[in-house]
């Protein structure tokens, strides 16, 4: 029986309309999908930790709750050590501080006027009343701010439990995708879904790691420039460091802008640039390349895109959790021949590929050439 051959073209028109319906689903199916992707993301990388003590003869149900209460534990006391940070921030912003950061506007807001010829509206120093309304103009009724808590804790509830159940079945999942490919090689699948499922892991493990390291190093050289709150500013730069590009500079902007306001020399916020900077070229060129490795090597047009995309569909959780999301499509794409193009359209440039090409096509024509010299 002869089948017909789908031209390349058509294709890609099927794969894109696959992508804009994936997009649309992920937009419509939101309240569900967030805590789902986020849960199989933690499942993900808790697995390792819970074969290993399956590899001890401890009971899969028993593994998965022990590696699900220790994640647990390690998450709730860093959002405690954060919020014992913002709470002496936001303290010292009520004192003294305030008085400081409305002269520091006073003073903006007066240079602005001068040299520019703008008006930022705030002669009389910082309204918090006038901040609020920018962010939100419309007044939200109880009732919604209500139903919007609910809503909020029923899915930080729900996150550990979908977390066990994916741990306890993680292998019926991979027997279900091996039966709906029931015509591929069954160990061939299985390895490449391990391999996902390590890419994964490599990422938001280096990715914690590379927080830690950062975490440290923004926090030492805040406190040798003697900036308060050093360790608030310092933690806080790690951690938006998982959000590329953009992360790094609200990271130093927040500092930088605090030694402005608190310090009397532009030496501070000069200085914490620079090292900030420096740090941040340090981890681009070495840490993440030696922690991380190379399974997420997303070019910068697509990291940047899809951080409008995730952005726009999902928030700052889809800031997050886009990138080993477009790791994972790109290891999909690298399954078939037919769609390996978007493959290389994710990831890095192949500076050698023009160059491949001419030295083909010179040492065709010298082929050419040498043919055609017997008969001349």
Not at 60 to 71: G, P, T, W, Y
Not at 170 to 188: G, I, P, T
Not at 195 to 220: D, E, Q
Request: net charge positive; glycine share 6%.
């Amino acid at each position: 029986m002869n089948t017909a051959k789908v031209p390349a073209y058509i294709k890609s028109v099927y794969i894109s309309l696959l992508i804009i319906i994936i997009i649309f689903f992920m937009v419509m199916a939101k309240p569900i999908l967030v805590p789902l992707v986020i849960s199989g993301y933690i499942a993900m990388l808790l697995t390792s930790s819970c074969n290993w003590l399956e590899r001890r003869k401890v009971p899969r149900s028993v593994s998965a709750a022990i590696c699900l209460l220790i994640f647990v534990f390690v998450i709730s006391g860093l959002l405690l050590f954060i919020y014992t940070q913002v709470k002496g921030f936001v303290n010292d912003l009520g004192g003294d501080l305030y008085n400081k950061v409305n002269a520091f506007v006073i003073e903006a807001n007066a240079w602005f006027d001068k040299h520019i010829g703008v008006d930022l509206g705030m002669r009389n120093g910082f309204e918090i009343k006038k901040a609020v309304e920018m962010v939100q103009t419309d007044e939200a009724p109880p009732t919604q701010i209500l139903w919007s808590t609910i809503s909020m804790l029923g899915d930080i509830i729900l996150l550990p439990v979908y977390v066990f159940f994916l741990l306890i079945y993680r292998d019926h999942l991979a027997v279900f995708v091996a039966k709906v490919f029931r015509k591929s090689d069954s160990d061939e699948l299985l390895e490449k879904l391990t391999s996902i499922r390590k890419i994964v892991y490599a990422y938001m493990s280096g990715a914690g790691k590379v927080m830690v390291i950062l975490a440290i190093a923004n926090t030492a050289v805040l406190f040798a420039l003697g900036i308060e709150h050093a360790i608030f500013f310092g933690v806080l730069a790690g951690i938006l460091n998982i959000i590329p590009y953009l992360g790094p500079w609200i990271g130093v902007t927040l500092p930088l802008l605090f030694s402005l306001i608190t310090k009397d020399s532009f030496f501070y916020p000069a200085a914490i640039l620079v090292s900030f900077t420096f740090i941040q070229m340090l981890e681009g060129a070495f840490l993440t390349p030696k922690i991380t490795g190379s399974n997420v090597n997303l070019n910068a047009l697509i990291t940047f895109l899809g951080l409008l995309i995730g952005g726009a569909i999902w928030g700052v959780v889809g800031m997050i959790i886009i990138i080993p999301s477009i790791a994972i499509l790109k290891k999909l794409f690298e399954m078939h021949e037919d769609t390996m193009p978007y493959a290389y359209l994710f990831g890095e440039e192949d500076n050698n590929w023009f160059k491949k090409r001419t030295r083909k096509k010179r040492k065709k024509q010298e082929t050419v050439t040498d043919e055609e010299a017997p008969g001349a």
